[in-house]
């Protein structure tokens, strides 16, 4: 079963404790694309300027990423920097450049009808709500979302987070969304407003999957050589859904715990090095050897 | 098998979101105790004040913890104060008075020589290897340590940490003794100072036991109501060092991460109440529960 992402194909420039790079690969889109990819088709949703470089297309098609929702506008492709402090504590964005992406209307092309299992990445809630009401019959539909959008567009993005499966936010988000400071807490408030399941990630501090009725803690896998986290918590998104397309019992306890870990795992495989150049280099076996280390640094 | 602790027995004064206790029971080896003694027979070793309220030890030996190395010196108890902040992000020391801990020289009672399972509690190095010297053929030696003793009696904990099969410490800490931000990494380091296995705490985010050849992480458990966290790390050192108590082969693999587990458990219990007053209702039934609880939130 194919998955459909509706997000963001950026440049980004990223300066780390342990090194720069500029106008790389980035984007909500491509960094859940290329951890989807391992285990589904993949269609992508999203807008680049004509500026954006042949190669990064090339290199998303060559991982089997369906660009024909990929549009190409006038203008520059949306730019974000970001400067990550000693010992990774604290990340400042130090530019935003929308470009094309601020006039976005995401259109679902006829040919991704088959597209079921769908994540709507961070956006505006607005084009959250319009991309849903283009897809026929979506069989399990994951959000993102973000701050700017929690205190600034509230009405929308309720709207859109009682019509999903499944809500994907970080802590701060959870405690600001329901203002409530205990995350358990918070996290049946945002079960009450229509999610069925809602994930809690918490960067190296790993992620919560809580229902109504249980609860599954994954810590993060503990890499070697962190090198840049931008992306991670995309790159989750796409190992978590990308495994539950392949499930048939895809919203049972067992098809959601194992999800989460392939989140887990894709996702230490994006922090290890700049944009998507340890992500694309993962090959089954190593995505295997990993969680069978991780069941083993976490099982007793 | 008994266990020992030296370490502190204190009159806590504590600021919650949640609440207030004035001069309540606190202090590392009260919570240590009343941790470790669900597991094996604990023989404390601390001091008080003239000051020092007869329920409280009245409350410790009615729990089978042998007080006959509790100290009764001239002057007042211990006193720690503290507040946490709005949703308990942080913690303030606001007061801090030795009283007769300051001439603290700890001896161990003839009676304990069959302790050989020790737990050196945060206290001043140097006379953590004094009590290290008093104690005939230990088998097994837990130490913590904080961020004092690490920038201001470094010969002292180095020679200390050389002496002693684990050390527990925070991550912060880890990182101040090691200068290096990444725990893993750090926690490589300490391993090549002498401990067998280091244990790095974080709180609200679980804990990491490492040694050489492989690494168990723990989530911590979530608890519903958060009340004060205060003592939580003492908690998890007597679940844990009690645990391996009970067990023959107590450095294995298996041994250490159940104890882990246990230490886990024993610390949510404590941060659900002020003081020791959740820990001490704790019975073996409800141990176990939630022990089987955390297992069903982890396995995958």
């Known amino acids: 079963m194919s998955v459909l992402v509706v997000g963001s194909v950026a440049l980004d420039t990223v300066y780390t404790p342990n090194g720069n790079v500029v106008d790389s690969l980035g984007g909500s889109a491509s960094f859940f694309s290329m951890a989807a990819r391992h285990f589904a088709p993949v269609q992508l949703v999203a807008v680049v300027g004509e500026d954006f470089p042949q190669e990064h297309i090339d290199l998303l098609g060559k991982?089997?990423?369906?660009?024909?929702?990929?549009?190409k506008a006038p203008?520059?492709?949306?730019?974000?920097?970001?400067?990550?402090?000693?010992?990774?504590?604290?990340?400042?964005?130090?530019?935003?450049?929308?470009?094309?992406?601020?006039?976005f209307h995401p259109k679902i092309p006829a040919t991704y009808a088959d597209s079921k299992f769908v994540f709507l990445a961070n956006i505006d809630p607005t084009l959250q709500n319009d991309v849903l009401?283009?897809?026929?019959?979506?069989?399990?539909?994951?959000?993102?979302?973000?701050?700017?959008?929690?205190?600034?567009?509230?009405?929308?993005?309720d709207r859109i987070i009682s019509r999903v499966d499944i809500l994907l936010l970080n802590d701060e988000e959870a405690q600001q969304?329901?203002?409530?400071?205990?995350?358990?807490?918070?996290?049946?408030?945002?079960?009450?407003?229509?999610?069925?399941v809602v994930i809690i990630k918490k960067g190296?501090?790993?992620?919560?999957?809580?229902?109504k009725d249980w609860a599954f803690l994954a810590s993060a896998y503990p890499v070697e050589n962190l090198i840049d986290p931008t992306g991670a918590g995309d790159t989750f998104a796409g190992g978590f859904l990308g495994y539950l397309a392949t499930q048939?019992?895809?919203?049972?306890?067992?098809?959601?715990?194992?999800a989460a870990v392939y989140g887990?795992?894709?996702?230490?495989?994006?922090?290890?090095?700049?944009?998507?150049?340890?992500?694309?280099?993962?090959?089954?076996?190593?995505?295997?050897?990993?969680?069978?280390?991780?069941?083993?640094?976490?099982e007793f």
Do not use: C
């Open 63 to 71: 991982h089997e990423v369906n660009l024909e929702g990929l549009e």
């Open 75 to 103: 203008g520059e492709t949306f730019r974000w920097s970001g400067r990550y402090s000693e010992g990774y504590v604290t990340r400042e964005t130090l530019d935003t450049q929308l470009n094309v992406f601020a006039s």
């Open 133 to 157: 009401d283009q897809v026929k019959d979506p069989q399990l539909v994951v959000l993102d979302t973000m701050n700017f959008w929690i205190s600034g567009a509230r009405a929308e993005l």
């Open 177 to 196: 969304l329901t203002g409530k400071a205990q995350l358990s807490t918070a996290a049946q408030e945002i079960l009450a407003m229509g999610p069925k």
């Open 204 to 211: 190296e501090h790993g992620s919560m999957l809580l229902t």
């Open 248 to 258: 048939k019992d895809f919203l049972s306890r067992e098809s959601l715990r194992q």
């Open 264 to 298: 887990t795992i894709m996702a230490s495989f994006t922090v290890e090095a700049f944009s998507l150049e340890r992500l694309t280099q993962a090959t089954p076996t190593v995505v295997d050897a990993r969680v069978k280390a991780f069941r083993e640094m976490t």
